[in-house]
C-alpha cells in the first residue's frame, strides 16, 4: 500500500515563498512518475508540476514555469516542491501523488490528469494573501 504524507504548507504574503515535501518513505515499489496537485475551493484539482523517476525529466503547467521548482531526493524517498514569488492565485489544497506503472511522458493520460495517479496524500494548505 503506498502512502504519501505531505508537510510544508502554510500562510505567506504575495511574493513569499514555501517548500513543500512529501514523505513517500513507506513504500519501496518504483515511483515512475511523481507530481504536485492543487485544488482551489471550488475548483477542480490541477497537475503543478510532475517529474520522472530519473530527475532528469520535469514538467509544469505554463502558471508556475520559472517560479516553482519540482524535485526529489530518491535516496530520502522524498519530493520537493520549491515555490517561489507566490500569488493569491496559488491559493489551495496541495498534493501529491504516484504513478508507479509509467513515466510523466508516457502511458495514455497526461501528467496534468490527476486521474492517472492512484496513489495520493491527504494534502497541505496553502495560502497566499495579498
Known amino acids: 500500500q503506498v502512502q504519501l504524507l505531505e508537510s510544508g504548507g502554510g500562510s505567506v504574503q504575495a511574493g513569499g515563498s514555501l517548500r513543500l515535501s512529501c514523505d513517500a518513505s513507506?513504500?519501496?515499489?518504483?515511483?515512475?512518475?511523481m507530481g504536485w496537485f492543487r485544488q482551489a475551493a471550488g475548483k477542480e484539482r490541477e497537475g503543478v508540476a510532475a517529474?520522472?523517476?530519473?530527475?532528469?525529466?520535469?514538467f509544469y503547467v505554463d502558471s508556475v514555469k520559472g517560479r516553482f521548482t519540482i524535485s526529489q531526493d530518491n535516496a530520502e524517498n522524498t519530493l520537493y516542491l520549491q515555490m517561489n514569488s507566490l500569488k493569491p492565485e496559488d491559493t489551495g489544497m496541495y498534493y501529491c501523488?504516484?504513478?508507479?506503472?509509467?513515466?510523466?511522458?508516457?502511458?495514455?493520460?497526461?501528467?496534468?490528469?490527476?486521474?492517472?495517479?492512484?496513489?495520493w496524500g491527504q494534502g497541505t494548505q496553502v495560502t497566499v494573501s495579498s
Open positions: 501523488a504516484a504513478d508507479l506503472l509509467f513515466y510523466c511522458n508516457a502511458g495514455v493520460k497526461g501528467w496534468w490528469n490527476p486521474s492517472r495517479f492512484p496513489h
Open positions: 517529474i520522472n523517476r530519473d530527475s532528469d525529466t520535469t
Open positions: 513507506r513504500y519501496t515499489r518504483n515511483r515512475y512518475c
